[in-house]
Nanobody
């Protein structure tokens, strides 16, 4: 049985940073495509970024490019979303997803999802 769990959310002022972590049991991140998504209040879930199974390729939505970074620690089997220069519009529940389709990850075509962690950026 696979479990995916996010941690690290919280309240931060605009311009600040947060680091979200995604851990999994029953699944090895280095063998799957992993994605980060978010759902802003009152809006649909949206793609934030993804990491290839090799760890060599990352993709980001335009609004977070240059501010967010996805990385992986194979020894700990964790995937991290480092968020810098946060803006109020980054406020959302953030989700980690694993075993995503390489070409479908932007559409949320992933098999395993975490429960989400709240990120609130105050102005």
């Amino acid at each position: 049985q696979v479990h995916v769990v996010e941690s690290g959310g919280g309240l931060v002022q605009a311009g600040g940073s947060l680091r979200l972590s995604c851990a999994a049991s029953g699944l090895t991140f280095s063998r799957v495509v992993t994605g980060w998504f978010r759902q802003p209040p009152g809006k649909e879930r949206e793609f934030v970024g993804s990491l290839s199974w090799t760890g060599g390729r990352t993709y980001y939505r335009d609004s977070v490019k240059g501010r967010f970074t996805i990385s992986r620690d194979n020894a700990k089997n964790t995937v991290t979303l480092q968020m810098d220069s946060l803006k109020p519009e980054d406020t959302a529940v953030y989700y980690c997803a694993a075993a995503c389709e390489m070409t479908g990850v932007r559409l949320g075509k992933c098999t395993y999802w975490g429960q989400g962690t709240q990120v609130t950026v105050s102005s």
